[in-house]
């Protein structure tokens, strides 16, 4: 599995866009890129997933530039209920086996 | 949205006592796991079983765990003899077959060891 690093914590006001950079150098031909988001006693929750340039969503956006060497989560004008954790993760369904691999993942806080 | 429900939310046990730890996954999905985060720690993957049987499972799913499927809804995860260190939030979650990477996670039991 490809390693992914991201900053472990950003502080934003409210009403900003956030923009959440990960690094995954080693990425493979076959992986996904694919964002969770965890708030304190719950379990994560699927973001948003991509393959390469752009995906956006109800909730975010997700940009991937030609490398694939690096993908960015972006999330317009948050608000005080986007303070989380976001785990970025690299990888590709193998047969019978959809193991997900978090890291530390970056702490969001959002300030009023 | 469908869900992932986990029974019970909060689960205290004597050390050496046996638990199971209740999940329903998602109708139509096909795979399903176990995962578990210690308080402050990284989520850490159990298990994944499909086709009623374990397809992987970690280091930390030794012999004192074991899961099942008893029916054609539940999910659960059986710990035989607990340890103070088996104190964390066990997620369940489960995802279908296609390429969507996207797992759905229940919400969680914290499980005390005292």
């Known amino acids: 599995l490809a390693k992914t690093t991201q900053p472990i914590s950003m502080d934003s006001y409210e009403g900003q866009e956030v923009n959440i950079t990960c690094s995954h150098n080693n990425i493979a031909t076959n992986d996904y890129i694919t964002w969770y988001q965890q708030f304190p006693s719950q379990g994560p929750r699927f973001i948003i997933q991509?393959?390469?340039t752009k995906v956006t969503n109800e909730v975010a956006s997700l940009f991937i530039p030609a490398d694939r060497k690096s993908s960015t989560l972006s999330l317009p004008r948050v608000s005080l209920s986007d303070t989380a954790v976001y785990y970025c993760?690299?990888?590709?369904?193998?047969?019978?086996?959809?193991?997900?691999?978090f890291g530390k993942g970056t702490k969001l806080s959002v300030i009023p | 949205e469908p869900e992932v429900t986990q029974t019970p939310s909060h689960q205290v046990t004597q050390m050496g006592q046996e638990v199971i730890l209740r999940c329903v996954p998602i109708s139509n999905h096909l795979y399903f796991y176990w995962y578990r985060q210690i308080l402050g720690q990284k989520v850490e993957f159990l298990v994944s079983?499909?086709?009623?049987?374990?397809?992987?499972k970690s280091e930390i799913f030794d012999d004192q765990f074991s899961v099942e499927r008893p029916d054609g809804s539940n999910f659960t995860l059986k710990i035989r003899s607990t340890k103070l260190e088996d104190s964390a939030m066990y997620f369940c979650?489960?995802?279908?077959?296609?390429?969507?990477?996207?797992?759905?996670f229940g919400s969680g039991t914290r499980l005390t060891v005292v």
């Open positions: 991509g393959y390469k």
């Open positions: 079983f499909y086709n009623n049987e374990i397809s992987e």
């Open positions: 979650a489960s995802s279908d077959e296609g390429a969507n990477y996207g797992y759905t």
């Open positions: 993760l690299v990888g590709a369904p193998g047969a019978g086996s959809y193991q997900l691999t």
